[in-house]
């Protein structure tokens, strides 16, 4: 089979200007349960943020996506107290499994401003925009990557139905599986069985089944219960411990496919993002051991800025002012203004 990157770093990314210039950029982290929208002043080292619903076209349609994308990102301009037109460059990192239609609608309605998968702003987040891999692991999950030489590669992102190994929906299922074998007795005992009972207010697993398929449960309501998997394994369960192990492996494949295929040797920063690496060493810590069968000496990382940061980042780039922006202060900044 002839392969291809199934997504690749826009041109204006690839090429940004020989002459860079702008004072403000915006920065937009859109996904199936919330957008984060910001846009940063860089002569005053200041962040206006701004906050909406879902943006992923998987979740609510192109359409409502793109309104909710706009609408975030006009208050965060609002609250900069700017006009759209002083932006130096804008980037939408945006959650789906293709998120063409939503780039096309924006173009529509602003022309200049870039749309990319959000797996390219969790890449830009966890590298500091440079050779690397991120990581996704959140409601979905998915993997991005940049070679020494530009080479762009993307595994898994094929959404709930199809993917979304590793993901906080994915260990939902993979709970009430759990729980649903203890039942039936086709499986081992769990304490995810009284857990998930608990979580989703259900009179028994059978009653919860049921519930799934007939009310029918929504992505985000499932993933969810991926902290209560997380503590349920903290709490020594060996069947959630297993979960993590899997859910491990099958994103390491992912991650072991896109440093083959982006050439990438040596040390290079993996970094994750996302809610489920929250629970800590019983997910890191297989994942880590899966990307090293490949990469020996790659540097994996829960990533410490937060995903808005990369789409800043990527719209540095576009305005020739990569150079520009200091990582670190960059996380710093984004984290108070988000605790604010």
Same mark, same amino acid.
């Given at each position: 089979m002839k392969r291809a990157s199934l997504v690749s770093l826009p041109? %204006?990314?690839?090429?940004? /200007?020989?002459?860079? +210039?702008g004072r403000y950029l915006l920065g937009v982290d859109g996904g199936a349960t919330k957008t984060l929208a910001a846009v940063l002043d860089m002569q005053r080292q200041e962040l206006h943020v701004a906050h909406g619903g879902p943006s992923n076209e998987d979740a609510v349609g192109a359409g409502m996506a793109v309104r909710c994308l706009i609408d975030t990102a006009d208050q965060a301009i609002e609250r900069a107290g700017i006009a759209r037109e002083q932006l130096a460059a804008a980037v939408l990192a945006v959650a789906g499994t293709d998120? #063409? =239609?939503? =780039?096309?609608?924006?173009? $529509?309605q602003r022309r200049e401003w870039?749309?990319?998968? #959000?797996?390219?702003? !969790? *890449? @830009?987040t966890a590298t500091g925009d440079g050779?690397?891999? +991120?990581?996704?692991?959140?409601?979905?999950?998915?993997?991005?990557?940049?070679? @020494? #030489?530009?080479?762009?590669?993307?595994?898994?992102? *094929?959404g709930h139905l199809l993917g979304d190994e590793g993901?906080?929906?994915w260990f939902g299922v993979q709970s009430i599986k759990a729980a649903l074998r203890d039942r039936e007795a086709s499986g081992p005992p769990t304490a995810l069985s009284d857990a998930v009972v608990s979580f989703f207010g259900a009179p028994s697993v059978e009653a919860l089944a049921a519930r799934v398929y007939s009310k029918p449960m929504t992505k985000g309501e499932i993933a969810a219960f991926a902290i209560e998997t997380a503590r349920v394994a903290a709490a020594g369960d060996e069947v959630a411990r297993g979960l993590f192990e899997l859910g491990a492996r099958e994103l390491g494949k992912q991650v072991q496919a896109v440093?083959?295929?982006? &050439?990438?040797? &040596?040390?290079?920063?993996?970094?994750l993002i996302g809610s489920n690496y929250k629970a800590g060493p019983v997910y890191i810590e297989p994942l880590t051991r899966f990307v090293r069968e490949q990469a020996p000496r790659?540097?994996?990382? !829960? %990533?410490?800025?937060? /995903?808005?940061? +990369?789409?800043?980042?990527?719209? %540095?780039?576009?305005? +020739?002012?990569?150079? @520009?922006? #200091?990582? &670190? @202060?960059? $996380?710093?900044?984004?984290?108070? !203004?988000l605790a604010g």
């Open positions: 041109n %204006a990314l690839l090429h940004p /200007p020989e002459r860079p +210039g998120t #063409d =239609a939503v =780039a096309a609608q924006v173009s $529509a870039i749309v990319v998968n #959000d797996v390219v702003g !969790a *890449w @830009a050779p690397g891999v +991120g990581v996704i692991s959140g409601t979905g999950s998915n993997v991005f990557g940049v070679g @020494a #030489d530009g080479r762009a590669w993307r595994a898994g992102g *094929w993901s906080g929906y440093i083959r295929e982006t &050439g990438l040797e &040596g040390e290079f920063p993996v970094g790659a540097l994996v990382s !829960a %990533a410490e800025m937060a /995903p808005v940061g +990369g789409s800043l980042l990527l719209a %540095a780039r576009a305005c +020739g002012c990569g150079d @520009a922006l #200091d990582t &670190g @202060a960059l $996380a710093r900044l984004t984290e108070r !203004a």
